[in-house]
């Protein structure tokens, strides 16, 4: 089920994996593009640096996933995260593209604080 598959993708962001460079280098497309959730929009190298140079990678919980196929192999992927005390709530949009080979590779991201929240970064 592509739902499944691009949970586990997007939550593999959200783990130990965030810090390993050929991972990211796999499923971030070459044209990504973020709209961090404090509002700043970041290319793919720097995402990369960022992510690699974490001290040490928050614990990100996420829920209330929701896919929407666009067809030709593309999908847009909702859902929320929010820290394990709460804080950082976000509503998330991650646009999915598959490549020729077969591969899922995440084209655009972005972060929105969700109502009621402070942007905290």
């Keep these: 089920m592509l739902l499944e598959k691009l949970r586990l993708l997007e939550c593999s962001l959200h783990s130990d994996r965030r810090s390993d460079r050929a991972w990211l280098e796999l499923i971030l497309h070459p044209e990504f593009r973020e709209i961090s959730r404090s509002g700043v929009t970041v290319s793919r190298s720097e995402t990369i640096t960022a992510l690699l140079s974490e001290k040490a990678a928050p614990f990100i919980l996420s ?59």
Excluded: N
């Design 63 to 121: 829920s209330d996933f929701r896919l929407t196929e666009m067809g030709c192999g593309c999908a847009l992927l909702h859902y929320r995260t929010f820290y394990a005390d709460g804080s950082h709530a976000a509503l998330r949009s991650s646009y999915w593209i598959c490549s020729d080979e077969g591969q899922w590779m995440l084209f655009f991201h972005q972060g929105t604080p969700a109502a009621g929240t402070k942007v905290q970064g």
